[in-house]
């Protein structure tokens, strides 16, 4: 058990790319950090910096209060599981837990009492003597997953394990790595690029981008008040709606802000005939339609520009929008609605989209 | 899709029928002249169906030798071909492995550069180097010994780009499992890489064993005792006579027995290899 704690870690590669610039933040003992971000944002890079796979330019990583840069991977008490499980395609189920308690020099006894364990605790107790091509891609996952658990580690490091795997097979493995962390109470690193494996796995949450965090919180902090535009986006399916804001038009409370761009949630919009005090209304023409069975999504395109001016709070560019609507009624393609949202739903951000003003 | 026509089949069966009799047939006449007695075989009309002195010819040629005094039994050079043979392909298998697992897995000044010096070997066999090699072997002292038969042909590169190749197609994870699961890069190589290369290694075995049993110019070169000689340059000895008739059921029997161990070892290790091939997976 123990605290990972990064102190302005940075990664340049001899080509001179800098991959991670400048990341620093504690997860505390025992909680399950969720990195994510867009390919090539880091998240990885940062994930095996942790795990000793990669150097550390400059910058401390620290596990359990010991800095680890110049410490080997097998040192740091730690265990990987890798998005290809990276299992040894030639050892069995159970020598693949154990190898690396064997490389250890642990007890014979021990290690089978440990491989034995993690196998009832993962339902492969019937297949320990099979190879990892006998078995399913869950399965597999399940062994890659044992193989950390019998190491008892101070931290599992989580490197997109899940994507290899078919929708259904994916949820129901969430579930389970949330509910061993819980019960074995490992301080956890998970690296995703899914937005919803982030949102429903962590304690904490790092959206980054670009080698830089873009924000730090729990996923309900992240999702209610996001501090710039691109975890506004990145956070939340459907996205939020974005629409840029022209000085010369923004309604007197909104421009007292110095608000330069306004996001709304597709579900935070309603379809109404007025917008609610203060809050903004969006004409706007039906252009596709999902429905994905509890609800719909309303993809329309802002009406002209006449049209735009009357709503609130100004003008608005052109763009697409996204409306969510409860159930399965939906307007027709093509046709004109107007969807609103009231004022305490807006969020606004800098014009940069950098920073998020609170009003 | 393959469209089975009747007509096609009968077509592509007869080209092959006829393809393998050609080849067939020579190795078929040997095997019928090494069951011959002497005068049956070079009086110009050697029946097509076996003789009767089948046991004595190969008795003749494994332990006895031919009737000149200068000549050695075939059973000896069949030890030294199958030492020779055994030693290239084994020898090959270590160096190239290791060569491969340097310069794939190990980050080294010039390591590059190295795996390019490997490479340009290919272009030069031992035909081409001959002088100077036999110049080295001679100062080492090697002349005549298995060493200097085997040394010089465990040396290129087909091996190493082999296990190069091979070893590319391993996963980057698999390596940095291990590093996380504590093997350092002995037990990596031995826990990992060599188990997953099995098939490789039975892949290059077959045809470095067969490169060295059919090597003709280099023992030729090096070995001047008749006790070092191997099967195949025997085989040319034995047809080059002065003034008495070549014993031609002799040297067919010595080519039949020259012919059974490089079968036998592709029959043999065929059966590893499909078995590998349909076992490993990355």
Known sequence: MASVTLRDVRKTYPGGFEAIKGIGFEIPDGQFCVLVGPSGCGKSTLLRMVAGLETVTSGEVDIGGRVVNQVEPADRDI?????????YPHMTVYNNMAYGLRNRGMAKDEIDTRVREAAQTLELATMLDRKPRQLSGGQRQRVAMGRAIVRQPKVFLFDEPLS??????????????RKLQRRLKTTSIYVTHDQLEAMTLADILVVMNGGVVEQIGSPLDIYSKPKTTFVASFIGAPPMNLIKL???ALSASVRATGAGILGVRPEDLVLADAAPDGGIALDLTVDTIERVGAET????????????????PGELPEGEMIVRIPGLEAPAIGAHIRAVAPRAKLHLFSADGRSRIES | MVEHRRWNDIVAYLILTLGVLLVVFPVYVALIASTHDAATVVNGNMPMTPGSHTWDNYYRAIFVGGSRASREPVGHMLINSFVMAMGIALGKILISILSAYAVVYFRFPFRQTAFWIIFITLMLPVEVRIYP???VIADLKMLDSYAGLILPLIASATGTLLFRQFFMTIPDELLEASRIDGAGPYRFFKDTLLPLSVTTMAALFVIQFIYGWNQYLWPLLITTQDSMQ??????????????????WQLAMATAILAMLPPVAVVIFMQRLFVRGLVETEK
Do not use: W
């Open chain 1, 164 to 177: 290899n795997l078919d929708a259904k097979l994916r949820v129901a493995m969430r579930v389970e790595i």
């Open chain 2, 230 to 247: 191997t099967i195949v340059t025997g085989i040319k000895k034995m047809l080059t006579t002065t003034d008495e008739l070549a014993e």
């Open chain 1, 246 to 248: 022209r000085d010369d």
């Open chain 1, 297 to 312: 999504y309303v993809y329309g395109s802002r009406a002209g520009r006449e049209a735009a001016v009357s709503t609130t």
């Open chain 2, 133 to 135: 090699t036999y110049k």
């Open chain 1, 79 to 87: 265990a990987m599981v890798f998005q290809n499980y990276a299992l």
